[in-house]
């Protein structure tokens, strides 16, 4: 049987939760290995030889160290092309150009304020620090414009990159899922008739459940 392949990071981490997602869908045997942020653990020097800029998640297979979430997906979907969803990562040029093209729209343009936003009304809270209220407004309508054009694509497309749930749709999951479900902000989604549609399908795909399920367990107490 193959190694397990290590992920490291906690699952309530957004980043960490896309690659756990695009495991579970490609079916990829893993072993997650807690990193205690709040201890500081990802800026040690150990951590830091795996990923040098300090963040989770990292990755390892094999003899490859691996950071950058979008990155580490889109290494699993071809090395474990033949298991799992076959066609997460596309399985011709111009579906994958279209994949690719839509996780660059997340990564660049969905990215930025969704993940302000996580920060700003999710996670700030949680750690004691000042809300800012001038940015949660700027990036609340840079957040609509940008889902503006989502609306628009998802009324001629099921899924962003065609008939077929994609990575690229597993991409925008993370940021999706808390500012739908853990903030007052859901509707900037909800409130636009095909992108509640889509969301609505592909945040039940069993990859999905499996990962909000991590990360509503407790986390395994440190020795
Ligand atoms: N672009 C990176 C972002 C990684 C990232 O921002 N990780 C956050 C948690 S979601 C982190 O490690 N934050 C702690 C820090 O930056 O010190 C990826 O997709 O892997």
Known sequence: MATPVKVYGP???????????????KNVQFQLIPVNMAKGEHKSPDYLKIQPFGQVPAFQDESINLFESRAICRYVCEKYADQGNKGL????????????????AEGQTFSPPSSLLVFQLVFAPQMKIKQDENLI???????SKVLDIYEKRLGDSRYLAGDEFTLADLSHLPNSQYLINGTDKG????????????????????????VVEMQNSPPPKSP
């Open 11 to 25: 699952p309530l981490s957004t980043a960490v939760s896309r690659v756990l997602a695009c495991l579970f869908e």
């Open 89 to 104: 990562y596309g399985t011709n040029p111009l579906v994958k150009a279209s994949i690719e093209q839509w996780i660059e």
């Open 137 to 143: 407004k700027q990036n609340v309508e840079k957040l």
């Open 187 to 210: 509707e900037i989604f909800t409130s636009r008739k095909n992108v509640a549609r889509w969301w609505d399908e592909i945040s039940i795909r069993e990859s999905w459940k499996k």
